[in-house]
């Protein structure tokens, strides 16, 4: 069965698709096989892969409403092992479409249930809809990305609510792996303070790496490719490389 990870935040813009790309990229450097599922209808994570947005059934939209199979609309990268299932504008209706549906919470989960990978990583989008209901019923773990600017933890508190209703109700074994520094910038003082308030709060539920703000990062996926593969000596990549380790160092711990 394979590990299912949503990586989420309700806030926009704080290093979602950032994380899924690079972490996917990483994790599939390092040997395991690995899906990402663009749920976004930015389709961020599919052009931070170089992959073309064909509109229709064929994408992640098809997939959550059950209409077309995983297998058939999943797309290789030019990384081994690195599959995605990519999204478009189309996924906008999904929402209001899910909503008339009986089993409108658990469509992902089903029309995920079969797949073989290692990993599969969900691309969330902003906010707290019915498509992200769906991947925090699918997954068994998540990532919660956490930008190191003044209103970061604002948000946060709802965010934990939403995962504790959705343990009392449809995923009980719903973990959280870790909670993500990202854009840490060491020049601005604010970013410590922060990310010391954040692991005030949080404590161990914290990852140890943090990721800065590094222009190789947002330079690599205008590239349409993963950091460690547009500069693997970068900032950026050496702390998705430390990510990949620590993360497997909790999954190990968490079995
Ligand atoms: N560590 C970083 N250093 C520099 N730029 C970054 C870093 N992380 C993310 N960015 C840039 O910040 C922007 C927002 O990041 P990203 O798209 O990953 O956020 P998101 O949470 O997925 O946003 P959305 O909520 O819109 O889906 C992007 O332009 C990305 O390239
Ligand atoms: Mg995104």
């Given at each position: 069965m394979s590990r299912i990870v949503a990586v989420i935040n309700?806030?926009?813009?704080?290093?979602k698709t950032t994380t899924v790309v690079n972490l996917a990229a990483a994790l599939a450097a390092v040997g395991k096989s690995a899906l990402v599922i663009d749920?976004?209808?930015?389709g961020n994570a599919t052009t931070g892969f170089g992959i073309d947005k064909k509109r229709?059934?064929?994408?992640s939209y098809g997939v959550l409403l059950g209409m077309v199979c995983p297998k058939e609309v999943t797309k290789k990268t030019y990384v081994q092992g690195l599959f995605i299932i990519p999204s478009t504008?189309?996924?906008?209706a999904a929402e209001v479409e899910l909503f008339q549906q009986k089993d409108r919470d658990s469509k992902l989960k089903q029309a995920i249930a079969n797949l073989h990978y290692d990993y599969i990583l969900v691309d969330c989008p902003p906010g707290f809809g019915l498509i992200n209901i769906n991947a925090l019923n699918a997954a068994h773990k998540i990532i919660i990305p956490l930008q190191c600017?003044?209103?970061?933890?604002?948000g946060l508190a709802q965010l934990f609510n939403t995962i504790q209703s959705v343990r009392d109700t449809?995923?009980?074994?719903?973990?959280?792996?870790g909670i993500l520094l990202t854009m840490?910038?060491?020049?601005?003082?604010l970013s410590s303070v922060v990310a010391n308030d954040v692991r005030g709060h949080f404590k161990s539920l914290v990852f140890n790496t943090i990721i800065p703000r590094n222009v190789k990062i947002s330079e690599a996926s205008s590239h349409g490719k993963p950091v460690i593969l547009y500069d693997v000596k970068s900032a950026g990549a050496i702390a998705h490389i430390e990510l990949v380790r620590e993360f497997l160092a909790r999954e190990s711990k968490n079995d």
């Open positions: 309700q806030k926009g813009g704080v290093g749920l976004d209808p930015q229709g059934l064929h994408n504008i189309d996924l906008s600017e003044f209103y970061a933890l604002e449809i995923n009980k074994n719903l973990i959280v792996s840490y910038d060491r020049r601005n003082s």
